[in-house]
């Protein structure tokens, strides 16, 4: 398709490994470490269990494509990717003592500033809007979310990425301050960001064990089951925590669609609905939030995709507690008001994601990257969608998220 | 609605303690273990965590709907459920060691064959279809599957629970003898069981940890991301194991819409296909497993439950591992292949329940379970369902599935 007539494709879940971190990681002897193997490769060892046997033991090879910008850009052009919101991939600085993670999150926000701001060569771009502004570059930050660091630094790491001009966002883990994303802790934090205006990219990377049997599985299951699980749990908790309900500015984009939250909203909201503790928490049913979310498009599908869109399309729905019960009359009388013909409201809060380095093509693919393509194939494929939908998915909503524009 | 006008409708998800298992649990002091509390009344603990601190303290209470059949037929009488396929409750058989799992297995079959035959007095059902077989309770039957039985007494158990008029199939955990179900020792219990053309319904107990944070949000949690999680799991593995390649006869049904499988099966697919360890372990893509299983419709949203049939429907189109990359050129080409209108053949594989008695009514609420309305609604709110592909969830497929009017 000519450059000129395809929709501005924006990757807002594509990492980097900067070499400031690679370094940090090559000088450690516990995992997370970056280890030369026999073959003299570099290996990178993220979990415990990927030291252990099996399949999954010793890691995946680390090379430039986690750090040369030239490799980000080449994976941006044979995809025609116009604009790519980089973070730092997991894990973060989960691993650092306090003190060394606000600075090491310091220099690396300084770091990918410069990663972003110093490519001005927009002459390779294909579309009309990164030649116009010159920016294909854009990123969330870091903060030193650790245990023990104190509130007030992480504060000023907020104001740091704040004050970088391609820094729209922060990246964040599930474990918050050591104590997960419902620790009343992190209400400052969270206020600090929506402040901000700071969107916040939530990811995994503990996982949830899937180890459910003897047979070994790769990394199929950790990563296919344990990550997205582990974004839909700390996130069911941070909505029951009221999170939402206290920060209603609060800008969260989710990790792999959210994992299965979207598919376990109806369930979570009868659950909670039936259990006295719990029942009046919230200000509004359980669904309702999940209107309030945003979504990257990384479900390899086009039904799942569907389900993200649906369950945000009919949020608003479920602003009453109370709206579960009327819903039965509603269902039964006027079966036309379910899903109005041609409305696809939720599709604003869902962003194209490649999860770029990870899934690259196996040995004897070709060039365009198998993953990428089921993304994209998965936004071309919901039925119902048309081309303003999908425009929307594939760049626009994230130049409205992140103010690309400007 | 007059009785003669509306659908069948059958309950394939809803429970009992039988007096002999609520007896075995009496006699424990440790869980699972059944409880007289201070006021007198009687409470299951059926979880370490339960006896913990917190909401979920001390379980929940245990009366006598849990056993008394005149309870059931109460509130199947009150919902307009013609006929319950009935299960024994979680967590079955698993605390026993073997040669008592395998008397209490057989007593218990024979127990749950009496409750379901000697209801004979169909004047109080309202469809013609009970009246008619005045049959109304229709059963799975258990197994000894606990670490360290004879695979032979499993076979055993088998062959008695296919010899009894009312039991229709078994229900099993996520445990198997103890080392999950992709434990090649399963693999003569799989045969066994579709050579005698009994379901297998596959039911959550243990769950998965949901404790990623530290507020404490009673039951909602575990019940609403911990058990569809385990069952996820369970049956991902099982599929990466080659089970259903090995055993296509066998029919598996799986509780609560088979949790996250649906939602994470393009990501599982994907995350296999980029695997070297296990890309070329199965005959088919991922995807196209699911087409193979049953999917109980207890979801509690329509777009929950859409997905559930959308992921069946499109099974058929992931028969071959290459399939995935050719699907790239045909929604390119061919939208109209995606989601041929009004054709929903993944209708056939979901079947009513309501997780009766759990999920009971709160202190208020009137006669009409909310649990089980959400559950109707979810069936009525699928938007393109019309009235046919909502009789075959509400008990069309139930009756071919259990062969019901035999």
Request: hydrophobic share 40%.
């Amino acid at each position: 398709m000519p450059a000129s007539t395809r929709p501005l494709l924006v990757d807002v879940h594509t990492h980097i490994y900067t070499p400031t971190y690679v370094d940090l990681l090559r000088k450690r002897d516990q995992v997370p470490k970056v280890v030369r193997s026999n073959d003299g490769d570099e290996r990178m060892i993220l979990l415990k269990e990927e030291e252990g046997k099996g399949a999954s033991a010793s890691g995946r090879p680390i090379g430039p494509q986690y750090w040369d910008r030239a490799e980000k850009i080449r994976f941006m052009d044979t995809h025609g990717i116009d604009v790519s919101v980089i973070s730092l991939a997991n894990p973060w600085l989960d691993f650092l003592p306090p003190d060394e993670a606000v600075h090491a999150a310091s220099a690396l926000n300084s770091e990918v500033q410069a990663y972003c701001s110093s490519y001005g060569d927009a002459q390779a771009a294909e579309s009309s809007f990164a030649a116009q502004t010159k920016k294909r570059l854009f990123a969330f930050g870091s903060l030193p979310l650790v245990p023990g660091v104190k509130v007030d630094e992480v504060l000023e790491a907020v104001q740091q990425v704040k004050g970088l001009s391609h820094l729209r966002g922060i990246v964040m883990g599930t474990k918050g301050l050591g104590k997960g994303l419902d620790d009343p802790e992190m209400e400052p934090i969270y206020e600090a960001v929506a402040a901000a205006g700071l969107v916040v990219f939530v990811h995994p990377h503990y996982g949830i064990d899937t180890s459910y049997g003897e047979q070994d599985n790769g990394h199929a299951l950790p990563l296919g089951l344990g990550f997205p699980f582990e974004t839909t749990i700390a996130i069911a908790r941070l909505i029951l925590a009221g999170v939402l309900d206290r920060h209603p500015d609060l800008k969260l984009l989710l990790a792999h669609s959210a994992g299965a939250l979207p598919a376990l909203s109806s369930r979570l909201a009868s659950c909670i609905a039936h259990d006295p503790h719990v029942k009046d928490r919230l200000q509004h049913d359980f669904r309702y939030y999940l209107g309030q979310l945003w979504y990257d498009a990384v479900t390899y599908g086009p039904e799942e995709l569907a389900l993200v869109e649906r369950v945000v399309s009919r949020a608003n729905n479920y602003e009453s507690r109370d709206e579960q019960l009327a819903f039965v009359d509603r269902v039964n009388d006027r079966k036309d008001l379910l899903a109005p013909e041609g409305h696809f409201p939720g599709v604003e809060r869902i962003l194209f994601g490649t999860d770029h380095p990870f899934f690259p093509p196996l040995e004897g693919e070709g060039d365009r990257w198998r993953s990428v393509d089921e993304n994209l194939d998965a936004i071309a494929g919901v039925a119902g969608w048309a081309d303003g939908e999908r425009a929307r998915v594939m760049g626009l909503n994230a130049v409205d998220l992140f103010g690309l524009g400007i």
